[in-house]
C-alpha cells in the first residue's frame, strides 16, 4: 500500500506562482512513477505533469508546458509540482497519483495509476 499527500495548494493571482508537494509512503518510492492531474468543476481529470520512475523522463500537458515543471526528491519521498505563469484556467483540484514502473506515453493515462492523493484545490484569480 502506498500512501500520498498533497500539499501547497492555494489562491494566487493570475502571474502567480505556487509548489505543490506530493509525499509518498508506504513502498520503495525510488521503483514508482509520479503524475500529477487536475480535474475543474464540471470537467474530467486531466493530465497536467509525469516523471518515471528513475526520473529519466518527464511528461507534460501542451497546456503547461514552459510554465510548470515537475521534480522528484528521492531522499524525502516527495514529488514537486512547481508552477509558474499561473493562468485563471489552471483553477482545479491537483491529485497526485502513482504506479510502479510507468514510462513514456503511459504516464498520461490516469486509468493507469494505482494510487492517488486526496487532492489539493489551487484557484487563480484574473
Known amino acids: 500500500q502506498v500512501q500520498l499527500d498533497e500539499s501547497g495548494g492555494g489562491l494566487v493571482q493570475a502571474g502567480g506562482s505556487l509548489r505543490l508537494s506530493c509525499a509518498a509512503s508506504?513502498?520503495?518510492?525510488?521503483?514508482?512513477?509520479m503524475g500529477w492531474f487536475r480535474q475543474a468543476p464540471g470537467k474530467e481529470r486531466e493530465f497536467v505533469a509525469a516523471?518515471?520512475?528513475?526520473?529519466?523522463?518527464?511528461a507534460y500537458a501542451d497546456s503547461v508546458k514552459g510554465r510548470f515543471t515537475i521534480s522528484r526528491d528521492s531522499a524525502k519521498n516527495t514529488v514537486y509540482l512547481l508552477m509558474n505563469s499561473l493562468k485563471p484556467e489552471d483553477t482545479a483540484v491537483y491529485y497526485c497519483?502513482?504506479?510502479?514502473?510507468?514510462?513514456?506515453?503511459?504516464?498520461?493515462?490516469?486509468?493507469?495509476?494505482?494510487?492517488w492523493g486526496q487532492g489539493t484545490q489551487v484557484t487563480v484569480s484574473s
Open positions: 516523471t518515471s520512475w528513475s526520473g529519466a523522463s518527464t
Open positions: 508506504g513502498r520503495t518510492f525510488g521503483t514508482y512513477s
Open positions: 497519483a502513482t504506479r510502479q514502473w510507468l514510462s513514456g506515453q503511459s504516464m498520461r493515462e490516469p486509468t493507469l495509476y494505482d494510487y
